[in-house]
């Protein structure tokens, strides 16, 4: 078994054993209502200890940390990908809810040192009990900080600073306070996530041109620095498929097995790594004997129809998935 699925597992035997006894009537309602906060994009569930009851934070842990894992694991292959030659051994989350990144970046063989700064006390110490499921973070030194990102000092640097699901929750003068913060305490790496949403893709747009202007490298998933060449209209988000897990599939009243976390996100580094040449922006169009793709380029983006008589190009195309780099 991979060390991706694997690390998922655990995490979902340790989502399965802090839900052991809880009513699935009342996790289903209080997944709903999560639901319905997250389409609006205006959550009443801010993370506050005076916002969120634990039948809550229970559900977000059952409903949505699978969904959050998976993207961050995605984002997080990204940075391996672009920057192989980092060595994640220290860690910042800023805004960890129940360490859903700390669980992706568990990849990173090497990591011994994780800062998580979490607002709501209870979802902290959620977090810590679930992460006492995971083999892999036996051997990282954790340290949770009860505050907001506003209470983190920049005297201690971080190889990666990450942020995941957050910028939602601030407003625009906190999100830009935030991203000066996460800058100055990376010591090589700042990773953002947030929805694959309309909104969500602009709050990443806004950070990415932030953080070009302090003096980072974007590294993915954009293959330039330059201008989003994306219209007004158009958004820049990617997608990865879960399964779900028993527990899941009971709490959202789901009857597929499976689902889809859209997601949007920026990597940038002090001035290390590799951009790729082109990025796959939409799922490949595949049809006999032709592969449709959008790409996102330097030049802007383009539209490659491959066929049979293209050889080797058609062959690799055929291969590409959305979100994929072409070298």
């Known amino acids: 078994m991979m060390g991706n699925e694997l690390q998922l597992l655990q995490l979902n035997h340790a989502i399965e054993a802090a839900l052991s006894g809880v009513s699935l009537r009342k996790l289903g309602d209080a997944a709903e209502r999560l639901s319905i906060s997250y389409r609006s994009e205006h959550s009443p569930f801010w993370r506050s200890e005076d916002k969120w009851s634990q039948i809550d934070r229970l559900a977000y842990i059952a409903a949505r940390m699978p969904a959050t894992y998976s993207a961050a694991v995605s984002v997080l292959d990204e940075l391996h990908d672009r920057v192989p030659e980092l060595e994640v051994q220290s860690l910042l989350d800023i805004g960890s809810g129940p360490a859903t990144c700390l669980w992706a970046a568990g990849k990173f063989g090497r990591l011994r040192q994780a800062k998580l700064v979490e607002p709501d006390r209870e979802m902290a110490a959620l977090g810590e009990q679930l992460l006492t499921g995971s083999l892999q973070m036996s ?155 959008d790409l996102c380029t330097a030049e802007g983006i383009i539209q490659k129809n491959l066929i049979k008589g293209n050889g080797d190009s058609y062959r690799r195309a055929k291969k590409l998935n959305w979100a994929d780099s072409v070298e």
Not at 151 to 168: E, P, R, T
Not at 182 to 202: C, D, N, P, Q, Y
């Open 139 to 293: 051997g990282i030194d954790r340290e949770w900080k009860i505050t907001d990102f506003n209470d983190i000092s920049s005297d201690s640097k971080y190889d990666l600073v990450i942020s995941g699901y957050v910028l939602s929750e601030l407003d625009g003068l906190q999100r830009k306070k935030l991203i000066n913060i996460a800058w100055e305490t990376s010591r090589h790496a700042v990773i953002l996530v947030e929805s694959g949403s309309m909104k969500g893709f602009r709050r990443i747009l806004e950070s990415r041109d932030q953080l070009i202007s302090l003096g980072a490298r974007i590294v993915a998933p954009c293959p330039h620095a330059g201008s989003c060449p994306m219209t007004s209209d158009d958004w820049c988000h990617f997608g990865v498929r879960l399964n779900r897990s028993s527990i899941q599939r009971r709490v959202k009243g789901a009857a597929l097995s499976y689902e889809d976390e859209k997601y949007s996100y920026v990597v940038a580094t002090h001035g290390i790594g590799a951009r790729t040449t082109g990025r796959v922006i939409r799922r490949p169009v595949v049809s006999k004997g032709r592969v449709k793709l």
